[in-house]
């Protein structure tokens, strides 16, 4: 019996230290850390974006739009409840990862590609996907070339810092073919060389090279090789030592993520208010439990959705198939439709 009872009672001491020490770990989690701090006491979020018409770049208001804005003015309404708490500064490829690591910005929403070197020796997270992409090799038509592996000898644009720089090194050497690299910052330039034949091949993310093809004075003359010589999944980065912040990323992109899976849309997004599916009231907020967990307005998806539309709408609107950039959804739909898109239970 007593043996019992000491067993029990060294069973009861350390259920109780675990359980103290998971709750300071969940406390730990809740509390805002240095960024989440920064952002809540100087009222907005500074994002560090490109400039590509489509993905971001002001208008002739001088008001961002674009994929990833549309994605910067979401987390100001998870933050804030509203989309206006945010503002955006374009920084080159170079630039951007030192900045975000200084603090100029709270996060990049700029076609950063997630690599274990960025993640781990460079020190950022990555929130979730939120373009698949891959890297494209944008040719004159007259070079006659259909395939990456017809380019030996070859004089290839790249910008300076990106993964390209490192993937073009790569895929001449395994493809056993000779190049010469001209490197370039500057996103203009890294154009303008192009087309004034400084350089066979312009090397980028596909996406990117869609968009500046279109910016070419004769778009028709140059192809992009369907060929993709590398894998670049396109995600939010922030510094390390923000878990709060983090989440908020996290949670912010699979709202819409989810969103789209549910046939939840901007215009829509009202009928559902009256749904009896446990999962939608939960993730719409009538069910505010999950409020407690998150910490977050417990509309902050109703609101994002309501007033920005998601996933699917958000790319439409700036880069889909009736833009000027015309891309079509590959990869970048929800897995239920054979895409990669795919958020964990709002549970
Ligand atoms: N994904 C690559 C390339 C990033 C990149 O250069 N992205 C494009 C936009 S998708 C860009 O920033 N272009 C220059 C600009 O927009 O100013 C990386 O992470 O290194």
């Given amino acids: 019996m007593i043996k019992n009872g000491r067993h029990s009672l060294r069973k ?69 409840n509203d989309p206006e708490k945010v503002e955006f500064t374009s920084s080159s490829p170079q630039q951007r990862l030192p900045a975000l690591q200084s603090g100029e910005f709270d996060i990049l929403l700029s076609g950063v590609t997630q690599t274990i070197t960025r993640s781990t020796q460079l020190g950022f997270h990555f929130g979730p996907v939120v373009f698949y992409d891959g890297q494209g090799l944008l040719v004159p038509k007259k070079l006659n070339v259909t395939k990456g592996s017809e380019l030996d000898g070859a004089t290839v644009c790249v910008q300076t810092g990106t993964t390209g720089e490192l993937n073009i090194a790569d895929f001449f050497r395994k493809s056993k073919i000779s190049f010469k690299p001209v490197t370039i910052e500057d996103t203009n330039e890294f154009l303008k060389a192009f087309e004034a034949g400084r350089c066979d091949v312009l090397t980028q993310d596909a ?21 993709r010589i590398s894998k670049e999944p396109l995600a939010p980065a922030i510094r390390w030592g923000d878990d709060r912040w983090l989440e908020i990323v996290n949670w912010t992109v699979y709202a819409l993520i989810q969103a789209e ?51 699917g709408e958000i790319f439409e609107r700036n880069v889909g198939k009736d833009t000027k950039v015309g891309f079509e959804r590959g990869y970048n739909q929800p897995w239920t439709q054979g895409g990669l898109l795919y958020a964990p239970p709002f549970r």
């Avoid at 208008?59 to 910067?72: A, C, E, P, T």
């Avoid at 997004?269 to 999962?279: C, G, H, I, Q, R």
């Fill in 207 to 227: 996406s990117d090279l869609g968009i500046k093809r279109t910016q070419l004075k004769n778009p028709d003359d140059y192809v992009l090789l369907p060929e």
């Fill in 12 to 80: 009861t001491i350390v259920a109780a230290a675990l359980a103290l020490s998971s709750a300071t770990l969940l406390s730990g989690i809740a509390y805002a850390g240095e960024t989440l701090d920064k952002i809540q006491q100087r009222g907005k979020i500074k994002v560090g974006v490109g400039s590509q018409p489509g993905f971001f770049a002001p208008d002739s208001n001088g008001r961002w739009q674009g994929f990833f804005v549309d994605i910067g003015r979401a987390l100001a309404i998870a933050v804030f």
């Fill in 261 to 311: 899976e549910l046939g939840i849309t901007s215009s829509n997004v009202d009928t559902f208010l009256k749904s009896e599916d446990p999962a939608i009231k939960r993730f719409l907020g009538i069910d505010p439990s999950l409020a407690q967990a998150t910490k977050l307005d417990p509309k902050f998806a109703y609101t994002i959705v309501k007033t920005l539309g998601n996933y």
